[in-house]
């Protein structure tokens, strides 16, 4: 998300927008209910680096005081390599809930190096505290910083450009059941290689972008999408106006917000195939989280672009390529990319074991449930949506329409550009939130 004055020309603006008017405090008095303690640590900027070897390596920890000691729960935000500037877009519950925060309740955070030494802290009076309003707060250095802040100044004024920032917002709960739908990207270059049993061209490049035929996928899913359009506004209705009883390719024709991975394959499917979305939400949003898992030599998982310039000039150079004309690939590119997650390095450079990709798919339903949005599509990958139905499935959940079975979801992959729309319900099963999935427009499995 964006940041204020100081860091403004160095990120990209925010990816998550406020959700209320800002006008409650959670030091006023509330309608009788208990209100959650939910924080969102949206970046931080200017970080000093502790080791002159190399930038910093942050984490954030954070938890809430009553006159002094520990309430609640300390949560974690997790490591970022190799950036001054980091970005998580991530809330956390800190297990707290009054119907009324007092001067005696304070919020406490901690951003250290992943060395565990101190860069600095942020404690600030809860009962201040505006919901669902940003806040861009000065850090206290520590004195490592400090002396780190020192060296790089020297010789030079120091402004306020130079301030270590941390930019949050306390969240009101959102509704915590979510209709989400998975997007798997079209045909890439490196499919069709595997396929093909072509070594040399699986190895000729990184971040392999969508092949011709790929292309073609993205485009034939969009007519889809526009012919389901059509056929509701014969019955008379708009996917707008369509409320929660309805099937699940309706709630997909009034998604919300869509999310893609920062691989290109993704982001051009995104722009091709969800292109009828795209033009009523009015931006693609990037998120880190949905990234394929990275396999051993996994070429086509190591990115190459960073920010929204480099990435959507990355994707247009690729539809070009894949044979779309300059007209229609100027008219998919319209859409604002928001590349804030993606502003620093969101790779990995070596294989991911499957504890780190069960950890990022936490985070990734962590971002899903307090998203103000009931309604996401996600355009991603194979592996990483079989492992998001394999290890958070709820034991009771259902495949509407009876097939596949819910063996076949977990062992095979969605074809390319194939859709399947899931239901989570946090607010029975929080680790296990999947409880009904069903396939959408003739997708197979393979």
């Keep these: 998300m964006g940041s204020g004055a100081s860091a403004s020309a160095s990120r990209p603006v925010p990816a998550l927008e406020s959700t209320g008017d800002g006008s409650s405090s959670l030091g006023a008095a509330s309608d009788g209910k208990d209100r959650k303690l939910i924080l969102l640590i949206h970046s931080a900027s200017h970080l000093p680096s502790l080791d002159r070897a190399r930038e910093s390596h942050p984490y954030v920890l954070a938890h809430a005081e009553h006159r002094g000691d520990q309430v609640g729960e300390k949560a974690c935000w997790a490591c970022q390599a190799c950036c001054s500037n980091p970005c998580w877009n991530l809330a956390q519950d800190l297990g707290i809930s009054k119907q009324r925060y007092t001067v005696d309740d304070e919020l406490h955070i901690e951003v250290l190096d992943k060395s565990d030494k101190l860069i600095g802290t942020l404690q600030l009076p809860i009962a201040d505290l505006q919901v669902d309003t940003w806040y861009e707060k000065p850090l206290s250095l520590s004195s490592a910083s400090h002396d780190s802040v020192s060296a790089q100044t020297t010789g030079r004024i120091f402004d306020e450009s130079w301030q270590p920032n941390l930019r949050l917002m306390m969240i009101s709960e959102p509704v915590q059941t979510k209709r989400i739908f998975l997007i798997r990207h079209g045909e890439s270059v490196w499919n069709k290689a595997q396929k093909n049993l072509n070594v040399s061209q699986m190895l000729a490049q990184v971040d392999h972008p969508l092949s011709v035929d790929g292309f073609q996928q993205g485009k034939d899913l969009a007519r889809k999408l526009t012919a389901a359009v059509a056929e509701l506004e014969k019955e008379g209705s708009s996917p707008s106006e369509l409320g929660e009883v309805s099937g699940n390719l309706r709630q997909l024709l009034s998604t919300e917000v869509v999310l893609a991975s920062p691989l290109t394959r993704a982001v051009e499917t995104a722009l091709v195939g969800v292109g009828p979305i ?62 804030a997650e993606s502003h620093n390095k969101w790779w990995n450079d070596s294989r991911e074991s499957m504890a780190k990709v069960r950890d990022r798919i936490h985070q990734f339903l962590q971002q899903l449930r307090y998203m103000k949005e009931e309604r996401v599509a996600v355009i991603g990958h194979s592996l990483f949506f079989r492992a998001l139905l394999k290890y958070h499935m709820h034991a009771s959940a259902s495949v509407i329409g009876g097939t596949p079975s819910l063996e076949e979801l977990t062992s095979k992959k969605l074809m390319n550009c194939g859709v399947a729309a899931i239901t989570l319900d946090f607010t029975r099963h929080v680790q296990n939130p999947i409880t009904a999935v069903e396939l959408l427009l003739d997708t197979k499995l393979t």
């Design 278 to 339: 795209l033009k009523r939400t009015g931006v693609l949003r990037l998120c880190r989280n949905a990234r394929e898992k990275r396999n051993a030599g996994g070429r086509d998982t190591t990115g190459i672009a960073r920010g929204e310039g480099e990435i959507a000039e990355r994707a247009r150079k690729a539809l070009i390529q894949a044979g779309g004309t300059e007209s229609e690939v100027s008219e998919y590119c319209s859409v604002r990319i928001d590349a």
